[in-house]
Nanobody, 121 residues
Framework: QVQLVESGGGLVQAGDSLRLSCAAS????????MGWFRQAPGKEREFVAH????????YYADSVKGRFTISRDNAKNLVYLQMNVLKPEDTGVYYC??????????????WGRGTQVTVSS
């Protein structure tokens, strides 16, 4: 059974940093991509960042480029999202996902339950 479990969310002030983690288990993810998405109240789920498990290549939404960094630890089956210079508009529930896609949620097969990130101004 595939499980993705996010952690590391919290309440921070604008300009602060947070690091989210996603623990993946239940299958081999080497052929998959891992993505981070977020969803603010009343808004659609939006793409944040993607990393290809096999070679570590990355892809970011324009809104987070230069501030967020996605990385992975192959040995521990962990994916991270380092978030710097956080802004109030970064507030939302952050989800980890695994699948064959990049920026489109429907291309992902597995999802975690999410972790809340709240950035106050």
């Amino acid at each position: 059974q595939v499980q993705l479990v996010e952690s590391g969310g919290g309440l921070v002030q604008a300009g602060d940093s947070l690091r989210l983690s996603c623990a993946a288990s239940g299958r081999t993810f080497s052929s998959y991509g891992m993505g981070w998405f977020r969803q603010a109240p009343g808004k659609e789920r939006e793409f944040v960042a993607h990393i290809r498990w096999s070679d570590g290549s990355t892809y970011y939404a324009d809104s987070v480029k230069g501030r967020f960094t996605i990385s992975r630890d192959n040995a521990k089956n962990l994916v991270y999202l380092q978030m710097n210079v956080l802004k109030p508009e970064d507030t939302g529930v952050y989800y980890c996902a695994a699948g064959a896609g990049t920026a489109v949620p429907t291309q992902y097969d597995y999802w975690g339950r999410g972790t809340q990130v709240t950035v106050s101004s």
